[in-house]
């Protein structure tokens, strides 16, 4: 997902998480920005994660069975979509 718009930010983070953070993806050959791209996937996944909880917990309540009913009818709703726009599963 291209963002032509880079917004700054200032964080802080203790001597010992940057030393960390720098030391590992130095070890990894860390280019000019590495840091910011670390930074920006560690937040894409963090957001992800929180997402997924809070579903979770949104459907703690339903039986599996009921759960497994709505994942299928879900999956065969896109693949019908899919096909309609003319492109194969």
């Given amino acids: 997902m291209p963002n032509n718009t880079i917004i700054r930010w200032s964080v802080s983070v203790s001597r010992e998480t940057d030393i960390a953070v720098r030391s590992f993806l130095a070890q990894r050959g ?11 996937d560690a937040v894409n996944w963090r ?3 929180q997402t997924m909880a809070e579903a979770r917990a949104g459907f703690a309540d339903l039986p599996a069975d ?5 994942a299928n009818e879900a999956v065969a709703t896109a693949r019908q979509a899919r096909q309609a726009h003319g492109r194969q599963p």
Avoid: R
Wanted: aromatic letters at 6%.
């Fill in 66 to 70: 009921v759960i497994e009913a709505l």
């Fill in 30 to 40: 860390m280019k000019k920005g590495g840091l910011s791209k670390f930074i920006e």
């Fill in 47 to 49: 957001l992800l994660d």
